[in-house]
């Protein structure tokens, strides 16, 4: 893959090669800088909190008695479903792929239920939309180590027709069992749109990790969060400041200790983070 073709802002000499790879240089140890997105007043909430309704499931944790007083109170809500988007709710990429980063709480649900549709403006309206299908699972496998405890789990969706300029509504629900779905609470939502750029992240295996924090910027001066986010996660187990320090510029980090599924980590429901709760 020709990387100072795919990303030109990369200086060449980051990108040169060896007889066995990319050059070895040492870690610049620099956070990745997220602009400030614009906010979209259409998009929906990062986090199921703000969901008017609020109902208990027994396979969606919901409250924890952190205080262990033998009862649930008020405030002993557990962090709810929330995605890892920027402050304005809208994942942008420049691929057919896109990496959906979300937290979920301990939870035994057999399975979650996905859907993407493209927003299309109603002729003559500023507010109207119609929404015209483009994918669809309603057997979205979960990690069985939610069972355990909260996790960030990627939900990787391919080949999407989207079409840039054009904005996409996301949903992922809960399924507790037949015709038992969870409530509003456990469902988040957000907004997808793609630019005119053509390219995908290149394999971080051969990558040191000054070269993959440089990529990542590049990524992230051009606003493109769900690229930007999978960077700089893989740079997370070296360098977990950089990690911290793109979710902390979204408001986002307090979720900076959360393992990811698949990962090895002792994190139970006690150290539930307890972000948007109020």
């Known amino acids: 893959m020709n990387l100072s073709k795919i990303l030109p802002k990369i200086p060449a000499y980051l990108v ?13 140890g620099q956070a990745i800088e997220y602009p400030t997105p614009q906010t979209t007043e259409s998009a929906p909430h990062r986090s199921a909190a703000a969901s008017p309704k609020r109902c208990v499931h027994t ?26 988007a920027p402050e304005g709710n809208v994942t942008t990429t420049s691929s057919h792929t896109v990496h959906l980063v979300i937290y979920m709480p301990e939870l035994r649900a057999e399975s979650a239920e996905l859907f993407v549709d493209q927003r299309v403006p109603v002729p003559g309206s500023d507010h109207e ?17 939610l069972q355990a405890g909260p996790r960030l789990v990627t939900l990787t969706l391919t080949d999407l027709p989207l079409q840039p300029g054009e904005t996409y509504v996301w949903s992922l629900s809960f399924s507790c069992g037949e ?17 005119e750029e053509d390219g ?12 993959l924090a440089r990529i990542a910027q590049d990524y992230a001066d051009r606003q493109l969060w769900s690229e930007t986010l999978q960077l ?24 900076k200790d959360v393992p990811f599924a698949g990962e090895t980590a002792d994190f139970t429901i006690d150290d539930d983070p307890r972000c948007f709760v109020n």
């Open 16 to 28: 040169g090669l060896t007889a066995s790879g990319l050059v070895s240089l040492p870690f610049s």
């Open 59 to 84: 396979c969606i944790t919901e409250s924890y008695d952190f205080n262990n007083n033998g009862q649930l109170d008020r405030d002993e809500r557990v962090t709810p479903v929330t995605v890892i």
């Open 129 to 145: 939309f119609r929404y015209q299908e483009i994918y669809y699972n309603d057997a979205v496998a979960l990690p069985r180590e």
């Open 179 to 195: 015709s038992d779905w969870a409530s509003i609470y456990s469902t988040v939502e957000g907004l997808i749109t793609a630019t």
């Open 200 to 211: 995908t992240p290149p394999d971080a295996s051969g990558l040191n990790q000054t070269t």
């Open 232 to 255: 700089t996660a893989q740079l997370r187990p070296a360098h977990p400041e950089e990690w911290s320090e793109l979710l902390e510029s979204q408001g986002l980090g307090c979720f």
